[in-house]
């Protein structure tokens, strides 16, 4: 059974660090593996979605890599403003079923 | 513009009543999915749809239910058996509905038991 684990749960840095968001998974039969921004109360919002034939993918100050070997994936935030403050949370799309595994989620606090 | 739109945004049920969640897309998405999110945690899918008429159980179907008649409306109803509802539901779709595709989500609603 997949699981996905999201380390750490809470995050503060001072705006303008460079930071670095971990996901790791148990199965490395995935198809993809999906990065998803949260800000409070509200639904989840896509970033960035790494298929299992790439080791990276590039938006912006965002840059997630994949490494299926390992079973981990790493969320890479340059230049960090406060407007990254939210929850960051990953998924990943495994050929074992049909359901996204969700992680719990990395608190991140960007202070001004 | 293309999206999900869940409502109501907050919604309080009384001890023994049933509510309905909606949820509609625009999408022209095949697959939609219902997730709970409980603080500090991550999302459990409810149920899910692949196609018009279909519905499979996910993790914690227990106390809720779900219809498909339409592609772009997956109602969630929350029953009274349901122990514990009070939480935040997200609704979500995908083009195909296999765990290839990119999933969108709605803004949520938040169901409160008084």
């Known amino acids: 059974k997949q699981e996905v684990t999201q380390i750490p749960a809470a995050l503060s840095v001072p705006e303008g660090e460079n930071l670095v968001l971990n996901c790791s998974f148990t199965?490395?039969?995935?198809?993809?593996l999906q990065w998803f921004r949260q800000d409070p109360g509200k639904g989840l919002t896509s970033l960035l979605l790494?298929?299992?034939?790439?080791r990276e993918q590039t938006s912006g100050r965002l840059n997630a890599s994949l490494d299926k070997s390992s079973g981990r994936s790493t969320l890479y935030i340059a230049a960090s403003q406060p407007g990254d403050s939210a929850t960051y949370l990953c998924?990943?799309?495994?050929?074992?079923?049909?359901?996204?595994?969700f992680g719990a989620g990395t608190r991140l606090f960007v202070k001004a | 513009d293309g999206g999900i739109t869940q409502s109501p945004k907050y919604l309080f049920r009384k001890e023994g009543q049933n509510v309905t969640l909606s949820c509609e897309q625009n999408l022209n998405h095949d697959a939609m999915y219902w997730y709970r999110q409980d603080p500090g945690q991550g999302l459990r899918l409810i149920y899910y749809s692949q196609i018009v008429n279909d519905f499979q159980k996910g993790d914690i179907a227990e106390g809720y239910s779900v219809s498909r008649e339409k592609k772009e409306s997956f109602p969630l109803t929350v029953t009274s058996a349901q122990k514990n509802p009070t939480a935040f539901y997200l609704c979500?779709?995908?083009?195909?509905?296999?765990?290839?595709?990119?999933?969108?989500f709605g803004e949520g609603s938040w169901l409160t038991v008084v």
């Open positions: 998924a990943v799309g495994s050929t074992g079923g049909f359901k996204t595994i």
């Open positions: 979500a779709s995908s083009g195909t509905g296999t765990a290839k595709d990119t999933i969108y």
């Open positions: 790494i298929q299992s034939s790439q």
């Open positions: 199965d490395s039969a995935i198809y993809n």
